[in-house]
């Protein structure tokens, strides 16, 4: 059970805009930033947005980050066949055992 | 650029201590403001944040990990290390290394470490 909740999976069709949303709490999200990753099959995790909604260079603008509250959204537009991915939150969480660095259990985005 | 590559064995036998270590290139490991981390990811599962150092050595440790892990940091090499100890076959994972600011931003390829006798 991951303490960030996601959807398992999502799916679109090409040129479709999905949304991955990723639930949190108070400790975590609440008060802290979100990051979000793609992976895609066989290879590492590749940071996608940081602070919330920032872009790193080299992430095209389809894609795109929301923080409200308790709960964070990854938004991809212009749905593309190389998205086909899995897709992770990431937030610190501080808990009364100390800070924890916690993911969501990750979205398998299909594209039909 | 800045390259990340983990190394270590590929096999470690039940109650045994899992030894990886994370080789930094393209920069510096004693750079200011940045932690170097450790994560794990089960075989067709999500992922699990094990624990970060910064070059001074100190740490942040999952508390679920927190009894059997050892994070150190090795700057003259450019290097830093996981010790995790008395494994068993739920530790089998890919083990990636990666810098963080807040979080991780340059990941390692991963280096799958089994454990089984």
């Known amino acids: 059970q991951s303490v960030l909740t996601q959807p398992p999976s999502a799916s679109g069709t090409p040129g479709q805009r999905v949304t991955i949303s990723c639930s949190g709490s108070s400790s975590n999200i609440g008060s802290n930033y979100v990051y979000w990753y793609q992976q895609l099959p066989g290879t590492a995790p590749k940071l996608l947005i940081y602070?919330?909604?920032q872009r790193p260079s080299g992430v095209p603008d389809r894609f795109s980050g929301s923080k409200s509250g308790t709960s964070a959204s990854l938004a991809i537009s212009g749905l593309r066949s190389e998205d086909e991915a899995d897709y992770y939150c990431?937030?610190?969480?501080?808990?009364?055992?100390?800070?924890?660095?916690?993911f969501g259990g990750g979205t398998k985005l299909t594209v039909l | 650029q800045l390259q990340l590559q983990e190394s270590g064995p590929g096999l470690v036998k039940p109650s045994e201590t899992l030894s990886l270590t994370c080789t930094v290139s393209?920069?510096?490991?004693?750079?200011?403001?940045?932690?170097w981390g450790w994560i794990r990811q089960p075989p067709g599962k999500g992922l699990e944040w094990i624990g970060s150092i910064y070059y001074s050595g100190s740490t942040y440790y999952n508390p679920s990990l927190k009894s059997r892990v050892t994070i150190s940091v090795d700057t003259s090499k450019n290097q830093f290390s996981l010790k995790l100890s008395s494994v068993t076959a739920a530790d089998t994972a890919v083990y990636y290394c990666a810098r963080h600011y807040v979080l991780p931003d340059y990941w390692g390829q991963g280096t799958l470490v089994t454990v089984s006798s």
């Open positions: 393209g920069g510096s490991i004693s750079s200011s403001s940045y932690y």
């Open positions: 990431a937030a610190w969480d501080d808990s009364l055992s100390g800070r924890v660095v916690v």
């Open positions: 602070r919330n909604n």
